[in-house]
C-alpha cells in the first residue's frame, strides 16, 4: 500500500486538536457509573502495576522490618485506610465501593507485592485513583511500619487487630473531636490510657512537661513537625482541646524505669550525657533535659523507650524531625553523634528516672 508521507504527518498534526475538541464537547465519558471498558481497565492496571515495579527499584529497603512499630501503623490504618479498603472484621465502605477503581480488600493481594513496592504504593499513593500518599514524604520510617502492619495483615484475626488498632475499646471510635473524653479515648488507642505508650515506638506522654505536650500537638497539626502517624489524631483532636490534653497526660503519673541494660553501653551513654563528646562537638544532654529549671519546652527524655530514643535522633541528624520553636537546638545538639553513640544514648536515657522540672512549669 502506498503511505503518503505527507498525508501521515498532517493527520498526526490535527490529532491533538480531534482529542481537545472531542474532550470539550464531551465526548469522553467521566461518570464512574459504567465502569471503565476492558481494555481501559487492563490498560490502567498495566500501567500502574508497571510503573510501581520500576520506581521500586530505586528504593532502600531496610534488612529487617520495622515490626515494634506495627500498633501505630495499625492504629493509623484504623483512621486512614480502613475506610477504604476495609479491615479484618470491617468491611469496605459502601461508598467506597462506588469508586472506580475500587479500592482492593487488601489482606486477599498484599502477597502480590513485594516490600518495596508496598512501600512505593503506600508512600506515594496511586494517581487517577483516589489512592492518597503519606501525610508527609519525610518519613520513611512510618512508612516502613505501614508496610509491616501491611504484611501482616493477611493473616490478622479480627481480635487481634481490634486490640491495635483501639486497644481497651476494641470497638471502631466514634468521630475522635467533639467532647474531651472522646479526643482522650482516640489518643489512647496507641498511647495508652496511662501515657505510657502501648509499644516502643510511642512516647511516653504520662509525666511529660505540659508546655512541650502542647506544643508539640500544635508543631503536628502545623507541620513544623511531620509525622503521618500523629498530624491525623492532633488535627482531629483540634485547638479547642490540645491545652485539655497536653494537661491531662501531664498530670499522669511517670513510669520509673528499673536499671539493667548491657553496663558498657549504659556507661558510655552516662558520658556522652553528662560530658558530650568535644572532638564532635556533641554538648552534654543533661545540660538541657537534666536541669531542674529548664525551659519547660526542653522535654524529658528519662524514660523514653529505647527505640523512640533511636528513631527521633536519627531524624535530628537527617535534619528531619522539626519540632517546636526549640527545635533547632537541638538539631544542632544531634549533628555530631554517631550511630554507637546514639545507641548507647538510648541504652542510658530509656533505663533512666526523670529529674523533673516542675520548677518552672
Ligand atoms: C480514598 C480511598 C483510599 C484510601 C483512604 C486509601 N486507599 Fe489504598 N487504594 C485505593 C484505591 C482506589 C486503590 C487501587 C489503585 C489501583 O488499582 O490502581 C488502592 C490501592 C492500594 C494498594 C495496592 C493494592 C493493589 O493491588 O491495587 C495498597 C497496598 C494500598 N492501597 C494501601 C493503602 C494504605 C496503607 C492506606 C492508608 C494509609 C490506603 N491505601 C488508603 C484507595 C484508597
Ligand atoms: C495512631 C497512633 C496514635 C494516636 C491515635 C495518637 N498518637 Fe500521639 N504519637 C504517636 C506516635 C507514633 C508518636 C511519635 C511520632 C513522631 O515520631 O514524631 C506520637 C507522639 C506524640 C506526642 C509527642 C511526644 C514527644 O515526646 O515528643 C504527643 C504530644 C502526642 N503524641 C499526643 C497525642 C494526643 C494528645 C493524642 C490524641 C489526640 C495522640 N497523640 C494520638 C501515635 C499516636
Ligand atoms: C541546647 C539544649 C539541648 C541539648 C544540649 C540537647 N537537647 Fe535534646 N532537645 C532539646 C529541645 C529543645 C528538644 C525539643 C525539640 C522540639 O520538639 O522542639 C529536644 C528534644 C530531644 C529529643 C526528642 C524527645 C521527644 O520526646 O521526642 C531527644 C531524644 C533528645 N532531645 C535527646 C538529646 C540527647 C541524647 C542530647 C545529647 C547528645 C541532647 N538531647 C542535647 C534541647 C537540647
Given at each position: 500500500m502506498h503511505i503518503s508521507w505527507k498525508k501521515l504527518a498532517i493527520a498526526l498534526a490535527i490529532l491533538p486538536f480531534v482529542v481537545v475538541l472531542a474532550a470539550w464537547i464531551g465526548f469522553f465519558n467521566v461518570g464512574a457509573s459504567s465502569g471503565h471498558w476492558k481494555?481501559?481497565?487492563?490498560?490502567?492496571?498495566?500501567?500502574?502495576?508497571?510503573?510501581?515495579?520500576?520506581?521500586?527499584?530505586?528504593?532502600?529497603?531496610?534488612?529487617?522490618?520495622?515490626?515494634?512499630?506495627?500498633?501505630?501503623?495499625?492504629g493509623h490504618f484504623a483512621r486512614g485506610c480502613a475506610i477504604c479498603h476495609g479491615a479484618p472484621g470491617e468491611p469496605r465502605s459502601p461508598v467506597a465501593m462506588r469508586m472506580l477503581p475500587q479500592p482492593p480488600d487488601l489482606a486477599g493481594i498484599i502477597g502480590?507485592?513485594?516490600?518495596?513496592?508496598?512501600?512505593?504504593?503506600?508512600?506515594?499513593?496511586?494517581?487517577?485513583?483516589?489512592?492518597?500518599?503519606?501525610?508527609?514524604?519525610?518519613?520513611?520510617?512510618?512508612?516502613?511500619?505501614?508496610?509491616?502492619?501491611?504484611?501482616?495483615?493477611?493473616?490478622?484475626?479480627?481480635?487481634?487487630?481490634?486490640?491495635?488498632?483501639?486497644?481497651?475499646?476494641?470497638?471502631?471510635?466514634?468521630?475522635?473531636?467533639?467532647?474531651?473524653?472522646?479526643?482522650?479515648?482516640?489518643?489512647?488507642?496507641?498511647?495508652?490510657?496511662?501515657?505510657?505508650?502501648?509499644?516502643?515506638?510511642?512516647?511516653v506522654l504520662a509525666g511529660q512537661s505540659e508546655a512541650y505536650l502542647l506544643e508539640s500537638l500544635r508543631a503536628y497539626a502545623e507541620e513544623g513537625r511531620a509525622s503521618g502517624l500523629m498530624s491525623l489524631p492532633a488535627t482531629e483532636a483540634g485547638p479547642q482541646f490540645w491545652p485539655d490534653l497536653a494537661k491531662h497526660f501531664a498530670a499522669l503519673p511517670a513510669m520509673h524505669p528499673g536499671g539493667g541494660g548491657e553496663p558498657a553501653l549504659v556507661w558510655r551513654g552516662k558520658e556522652i550525657a553528662e560530658r558530650g563528646v568535644k572532638d564532635a562537638n556533641v554538648p552534654a544532654c543533661l545540660g538541657c533535659h537534666g536541669r531542674q529549671d529548664r525551659s519547660?519546652?526542653?522535654?524529658?527524655?528519662?524514660?523514653?523507650?529505647?527505640?523512640?530514643?533511636?528513631?527521633?535522633?536519627?531524624?535530628?541528624?537527617?535534619?528531619?524531625?522539626?519540632?517546636?520553636?526549640?527545635?533547632?537546638?537541638?538539631?544542632?545538639?544531634?549533628?555530631?553523634?554517631?550511630?554507637?553513640?546514639?545507641?548507647?544514648?538510648?541504652?542510658?536515657?530509656?533505663?533512666?528516672?526523670?529529674?523533673?522540672?516542675?520548677?518552672?512549669?
Open positions: 481494555i481501559t481497565e487492563w490498560f490502567l492496571h498495566f500501567a500502574m502495576r508497571s510503573a510501581v515495579r520500576t520506581y521500586a527499584l530505586a528504593v532502600d529497603v531496610p534488612g529487617a522490618l520495622p515490626r515494634h512499630a506495627v500498633q501505630p501503623a495499625a502480590e507485592w513485594s516490600d518495596a513496592e508496598l512501600f512505593r504504593i503506600v508512600k506515594h499513593g496511586v494517581r487517577f485513583t483516589g489512592m492518597p500518599a503519606w501525610p508527609t514524604q519525610d518519613r520513611d520510617d512510618e512508612v516502613w511500619a505501614m508496610v509491616a502492619f501491611l504484611r501482616e495483615l493477611p493473616s490478622m484475626d479480627e481480635a487481634t487487630y481490634r486490640d491495635l488498632a483501639y486497644g481497651e475499646r476494641l470497638t471502631p471510635p466514634a468521630d475522635a473531636a467533639g467532647t474531651l473524653p472522646q479526643a482522650l479515648a482516640d489518643c489512647a488507642r496507641c498511647h495508652g490510657k496511662d501515657g505510657l505508650g502501648r509499644g516502643p515506638a510511642i512516647p519547660p519546652l526542653y522535654p524529658s527524655i528519662a524514660g523514653q523507650p529505647a527505640r523512640y530514643i533511636e528513631a527521633q535522633l536519627g531524624l535530628f541528624r537527617a535534619g528531619k524531625r522539626g519540632g517546636t520553636r526549640f527545635g533547632h537546638l537541638m538539631a544542632n545538639a544531634a549533628k555530631g553523634l554517631t550511630d554507637d553513640d546514639v545507641r548507647a544514648l538510648a541504652a542510658y536515657f530509656s533505663r533512666s528516672a526523670a529529674p523533673s522540672a516542675t520548677a518552672t512549669r
